[in-house]
């Protein structure tokens, strides 16, 4: 990399950095921000000279960088089979991992110490795998901006859910950035910040293969639910909660199951779900897919998992109170998230809107397992 090009691109990077600290409004003070920055820039100063000769090279095919074991837990799948024909190495990009870098490799940049973790991980996986391909979960910070800088090798971003139009998803610095499908695609359209530039290209699910080619599930009274974990403590989230399970409470011919969020707490949940016998809460290791294998329905507000479920034809039905409006800048008002009501039927926000709902869906079933498909 030329000199000017190289400039260019760090410039880029302390200009992602600066955007990134204003949207996220962390205030860290200046004397803290002084104290960490020094004590790294010391620690990096002195220490690679020693362990840097410790560190144990390993040929890579591929590596992919996970933010923790979950997303390979949730991909698994896709890296047995291609553990058939490559070389894959794991490694977890978290705060432990990114300081521990910094006693191993030196960062020669002009950069901000702060952002000297990101330089030394980008560096010493580059060193230790010299991979040909690196697979990356990690989207909001400024690790696959550096990885672009010490690396030749191609990046691809595995998405881990819809990709929404915030300054979360505004880091584009990937050859190939892969996502679920169309309503990603317009949400990236719809956002004025990015940073970088990528191939997008749809892949459908990471963690779900479709079933598409299928015989056509039959319906049955068996209806999931899947959880934020915000209930109990957002407002409007607890209120279409509580919604649903008063609607199940009078209709005791339909069973309904509880998928909670990785995050949630289970204490709301499993305290006014007690002893309403046609109301299961899943354990929380139960996977997705065996999760809906024998349901008809997909109850949500806006998980991207009654996507993910649609893809194994599933129909789904959203509760949400709040008043729709397609131009607000919350898409929780909008729906311009998942897009689930452009596919589906419009938002239920009373007990009639979940009957008629759900009458509707069943009476015709087909037409919805069809709409599950686009």
């Given at each position: 990399?030329?000199?000017?090009?190289?400039?260019?691109?760090?410039?880029?990077?302390?200009?992602y950095?600066?955007?990134?600290?204003?949207?996220?409004?962390?205030?860290?003070s200046?004397?803290?921000?002084?104290?960490i920055?020094?004590?790294i820039?010391?620690?990096n100063?002195?220490?690679?000279?020693?362990?840097?000769?410790?560190?144990?090279?390993?040929?890579?095919?591929?590596?992919?960088?996970?933010?923790?074991?979950?997303?390979?837990?949730?991909?698994?799948h896709?890296?047995i089979?291609?553990?058939?024909?490559?070389?894959?190495?794991?490694?977890?990009?978290?705060?432990k991992s990114?300081?521990?870098s910094?006693?191993?490799?030196?960062?020669?940049?002009?950069?901000?110490?702060?952002?000297?973790?990101?330089?030394?991980?980008?560096?010493?996986?580059?060193?230790?795998?010299?991979?040909?391909?690196?697979?990356?979960?990690?989207?909001?910070?400024?690790?696959?901006?550096f990885i672009?800088?010490?690396?030749?090798?191609?990046?691809?971003?595995?998405?881990?859910?819809?990709?929404?139009?915030?300054?979360?998803?505004?880091?584009?610095?990937?050859?190939?950035?892969?996502?679920?499908?169309?309503?990603?695609?317009?949400?990236?359209?719809?956002?004025?910040?990015?940073?970088?530039?990528?191939k997008?290209?749809?892949?459908?699910?990471?963690?779900?293969?479709?079933?598409?080619?299928?015989?056509?599930?039959?319906?049955?009274?068996?209806?999931?639910?899947?959880?934020?974990?915000?209930?109990?403590?957002?407002?409007?989230?607890?209120?279409?909660?509580?919604?649903?399970?008063?609607?199940?409470?009078?209709?005791?011919?339909?069973?309904?199951?509880?998928?909670?969020?990785?995050?949630?707490k289970?204490?709301?949940?499993?305290?006014?779900?007690?002893?309403?016998n046609?109301?299961?809460?899943?354990?929380?290791?139960?996977?997705?897919?065996?999760?809906?294998?024998?349901?008809?329905?997909?109850?949500?507000?806006?998980?991207?998992?009654?996507?993910?479920?649609a893809?194994?034809?599933?129909?789904?039905?959203?509760?949400?109170?709040r008043?729709?409006?397609?131009?607000?800048?919350?898409?929780?008002?909008s729906?311009?998230?998942?897009?689930?009501?452009?596919?589906?039927?419009?938002?239920?926000?009373?007990?009639d809107?979940?009957?008629n709902?759900?009458?509707?869906i069943?009476?015709?079933?087909?037409?919805?397992?069809?709409?599950?498909k686009?």
């Open positions: 990399m030329t000199k000017d090009k190289f400039n260019t691109h760090i410039d880029s990077i302390l200009d950095y600066s955007y990134l600290k204003y949207q996220s409004d962390k205030k860290n200046i004397y803290k921000d002084f104290i920055g020094f004590i820039k010391l620690i100063k002195i220490f690679p000279i020693i362990f840097r000769p410790f560190i144990k090279q390993k040929q890579s095919d591929i590596l992919v960088v996970m933010t923790c074991e979950q997303n390979y837990t949730l991909t698994k896709i890296w089979e291609l553990e058939k024909k490559y070389k894959i190495n794991y490694v977890i990009e978290n705060k990114l300081i521990k910094i006693f191993f490799m030196p960062s020669t940049f002009k950069i901000p110490s702060l952002l000297r973790p990101f330089d030394t991980f980008s560096k010493l996986i580059e060193y230790k795998y010299k991979p040909k391909l690196m697979c990356i979960f990690t989207h909001y910070n400024l690790l696959p901006n672009k800088i010490n690396s030749s090798c191609k990046t691809i971003y595995i998405p881990h859910a819809i990709i929404d139009s915030s300054y979360l998803y505004s880091n584009f610095n990937f050859d190939y950035y892969f996502v679920f499908g169309k309503s990603s695609e317009i949400n990236i359209k719809n956002n004025s910040d990015k940073f970088g530039k990528s997008i290209v749809k892949v459908g699910s990471t963690m779900i293969k479709n079933i598409y080619g299928e015989d056509k599930p039959k319906p049955n009274n068996k209806i999931i639910y899947f959880s934020t974990f915000t209930v109990g403590s957002e407002e409007s989230i607890t209120r279409d909660f509580d919604l649903m399970i008063s609607w199940f409470k009078s209709n005791p011919g339909f069973k309904l199951y509880i998928k909670l969020h990785p995050l949630e289970s204490d709301y949940v499993k305290s006014h779900t007690k002893n309403i046609n109301i299961e809460v899943y354990d929380k290791n139960i996977d997705l897919v065996s999760s809906i294998d024998e349901i008809s329905l997909v109850i949500t507000n806006y998980s991207v998992a009654s996507v993910e479920a893809l194994r034809l599933k129909p789904v039905l959203v509760i949400n109170s008043l729709k409006d397609k131009d607000s800048d919350d898409f929780r008002d729906d311009n998230y998942l897009y689930l009501e452009d596919f589906f039927l419009d938002r239920c926000s009373n007990l809107d979940i009957s709902g759900i009458k509707q069943y009476d015709n079933y087909d037409y919805f397992i069809e709409q599950s686009v």
